[in-house]
């Protein structure tokens, strides 16, 4: 039997073939009447729409890239399933790119590594919207997470704000001497929102900076960062009853360093993470952390995204999503 055609579901439901693809494509000025003709012939025929014809005649491939550095951190993988699977709730197919590096993640905002598709969420480690200010990307671009730019639209996690109510918890359970692992290169003090937030609950309850309780990792992963960071601070003899990670795989790291050297968690020593994967939640102890509402992040980035598909061509947007504190047994 031979494929029903758009024109096969308008003579069934009596209608032109203009206003079965406005019916399939969701546009407003059909009535309920007909659209429920419309739908009900495709249901009889068993019609399928022609993901490339369309495609070939509206100049779209109803495919989105998402680029995440990499899917051995659970972060990156969480969040890039998420997208993977909303994306399919609204029909369109997913093209994954691993941007391992700063070149990388500036190709696929720019197009070069993601020309097939109709527009980019970028998950960036490196990337930030001032690398393009003197390019204009192929498609349309989404930034989720990082740093913030007005020159394209951002969904900003609230990292300050986690960090501070985490270390403002460990501060208000009696907790003092509170360490802090962080990534990249060992500048004291580092940048970025984790540390402001950080220092914020610090100063909030009349205690200094001390630098010896600053201990770097190659990168935001258990072994070079979690692991070896502690079993460095460890060696290095400084006293403290708490240790505040940049991010639960970093945390899981520290806790398997402190269990091997005899150290209680959270008798001895509390810890606690940021982001709130799932694999927070089966360490042993539980890990206390922060959640940066990955689930509302993804609906905004989707959002922006289709917006500018559709033709948005305002200036960057940028939108805060909420952060909550979740407290398990790490630092009870």
Known sequence: MRRPTLADVAARAGVSAKTVSNVLLGRPNVSAVTRERVHSAVAELRYVVNQAGRGLASGRTGRIAVAVPNLYQPYFAEIAERLILALSEKNLSTTLRIAHDREAELDAALGVTTRDVDGVIICPHHFTGHMIEDRVPLRPVVQLGGYPTPLVDCV???EREGFEAIVRHLLASGRRRIALVMTGPKVVPPAGHRFAGYLAALEEYGLPFDETLLTFGSDWDRRMSGYEAMVG???SGVRFDAVA???DATASGVLRALRSHGIRVPEDVAVTGFD???EGEFTIPSLSSVSPGQAEMVDVAIRMLLDRIEGFD????????DVRLLLRDSSA
């Open 156 to 158: 900003i996690m609230g």
């Open 233 to 235: 601070l460890l060696r």
């Open 245 to 247: 990670c940049v991010n």
């Open 276 to 278: 709130n994967t799932d």
């Open 314 to 321: 305002g200036p960057g947007r940028q939108v805060r999503t």
